[in-house]
């Protein structure tokens, strides 16, 4: 019931004019445009291949690029410089197997929780303060629920 509050809430601030707001315009610079996506292997959640990352959370920034439209640029490094990146702007998303439990929450913004795994929320982490772009994320998250599985077994 909460989580169904939280999206009602962010589907009214969606519709009123110009709210949320991006201070860096991150959404609008998104849009038909390019997002850049870090990651770090965490299988299944992200899987490194020669041929890029595949894995549940691969999928899902697809498919919400998909809806942008935007294209993707994909960086791989390490979870650490990830979330710097992220914290300085020079990615707009993070998947790396993340939960609501991960340290850096207090510095970046993760996402609702896309999955529960046990007692494990899976997030996505983005920039901290765009929200407009966050609210987007949120949003396309929210639709994708009815599609994931109930259960990941990492």
Not at 17 to 39: A, S
Not at 85 to 93: F, I, M, S, Y
Request: include cysteine.
């Amino acid at each position: 019931m909460l989580r169904g509050l939280l999206v009602a809430t962010s589907l009214l601030l969606i519709g009123c004019n110009g709210f949320p707001k991006d201070p860096e315009h991150t959404l609008d610079q998104v849009r038909n445009g390019t997002l850049i996506v870090g990651y770090s292997a965490n299988p299944p959640w992200v899987v490194k291949t020669a041929n890029g990352p595949t894995g549940t959370e691969v999928a899902l920034v697809e498919a919400f690029a998909r809806t942008l439209p935007a294209q993707i640029q994909w960086r791989n490094d390490t979870e650490q410089n990830l979330f710097e990146a992220l914290e300085h702007r020079q990615v707009h998303v993070v998947v790396a197997g993340l939960t609501d439990q991960n340290p850096w929450k207090e510095k970046v913004a993760f996402t609702r929780p896309y999955q529960e795994v046990g007692k494990e929320k899976h997030v996505l982490a983005s920039i901290q303060g765009e929200n407009a772009f966050i609210v987007a994320l949120e949003r396309f998250l929210h639709q994708q629920e009815a599609t994931l599985p109930p259960s990941v077994q990492p």
